[in-house]
């Protein structure tokens, strides 16, 4: 009896055994195979060209690469001498046009009082339409030197971000144009997490979903939201033709992959000593709620 007992309970413990590592199997098999991760992550950033509504060379530069920078600091500025030049042309032509239209008035103004027994219809039409015309060269005067004021305050670039300056070579003496980009500004307020997740763990991620980051290379883990789903990615299998007919890959692989579907993650507050870096690899992990 006791030796049937001993077996019995070398079966059962075998068997709990095999049910428990069969169940860690499974269970391990289900999250690599079914569970929202991904390694195929990355820091993002909006980036945004630094660019320069007027030509000019430049006369200061007042940051240096990889500098963090607030919206409204002064970048660069472009040589002003030529700028305040045509305000000045600009004033003095609103000034002439002025002089031009208070003439024209006064001289309306007295054709209008001599009347018809004086003066005649024509030469009253002809003093309203002079009247008109002065009042147009003065708004167009106007007008003009509203352009070269801006342009002036537009020889100074201000940061139109928050961020980090990248891949700046600008110097002094450099010649910039007209909406030409001169310098990066990674704008810091738009760091996010990019995960790129196969299509076959979609169904189980939805919006508002908390993350968890892992950045390679650092211990910290960040904590996020899903804020975002794509709306499409490109089909690689189809093309337009050259009648714009739709032209489809005959060929057929009968080894598909799963296609990528990009997840924006909303970022909590990021711990102290962690670095986010645009283009950073980092491992994604959706926790479905419930």
Same mark, same amino acid.
Do not use: C
């Given at each position: ?40 992550g990355h820091v993002r950033a909006d980036v945004v060209g630094v660019t320069p509504d007027v030509s000019g060379l430049v006369s200061e530069v007042l940051v240096r ?20 030049? #045509?305000?000045?042309? &600009? %004033? $003095?032509?609103? *000034?002439?046009?002025? @002089?031009?239209? /208070?003439? +024209? =008035? ?23 339409? #002079?009247?008109?015309? &002065? %009042? $147009?060269?003065? *708004?167009?005067?106007? @007008?003009?030197? /509203?352009? +070269? =004021? ?27 144009? &007209? ?112």
């Amino acid at each position: 009896m006791k030796r049937f007992l001993s077996v019995l309970g070398r079966v059962l413990l075998t068997l709990v055994v095999v049910a428990a590592a069969a169940g860690a199997g499974w269970r391990a098999w289900d999250t690599y195979m079914n569970e929202p991760w991904t390694r195929d992550g990355h820091v993002r950033a909006d980036v945004v060209g630094v660019t320069p509504d007027v030509s000019g060379l430049v006369s200061e530069v007042l940051v240096r690469d990889n500098q963090a920078v607030h919206r409204g600091d002064v970048l660069l500025r472009i040589d002003r001498q030529r700028f305040e030049l #045509a305000l000045q042309l &600009a %004033e $003095a032509a609103v *000034a002439g046009q002025k @002089a031009s239209l /208070d003439q +024209a =008035r006064r001289d309306a103004v007295r054709y209008q009082q001599l009347g018809r027994d004086v003066a005649s219809q024509q030469k009253i039409e002809q003093a309203q339409a #002079a009247q008109a015309t &002065a %009042e $147009a060269s003065y *708004a167009q005067a106007l @007008a003009n030197r /509203d352009i +070269a =004021r801006l342009n002036l305050e537009r020889s100074e670039i201000h940061a139109p971000a928050n961020g980090i300056i990248t891949n700046m070579s600008l110097n002094p003496g450099d010649y910039v144009t &007209a909406g030409k980009a001169v310098m990066a500004l990674v704008d810091s307020d738009s760091l996010r997490v990019e995960g790129y997740f196969e299509e076959t763990r979609l169904a189980r991620i939805r919006l508002g979903d908390p993350v968890e980051i892992h950045l390679m290379g650092q211990a910290a883990t960040l904590t996020g939201r899903v804020e975002s789903i794509a709306g499409g990615i490109e089909d690689r299998e189809r093309s337009d033709g050259s009648s714009l007919m739709a032209s489809i890959n005959p060929t057929f692989s009968w080894v598909r992959l799963a296609q990528r579907v990009p997840i924006r993650i909303k970022l909590d507050p990021v711990p102290e000593g962690v670095r986010l870096v645009a283009g950073l690899t980092a491992t994604v992990a959706v926790k479905p709620a419930g």
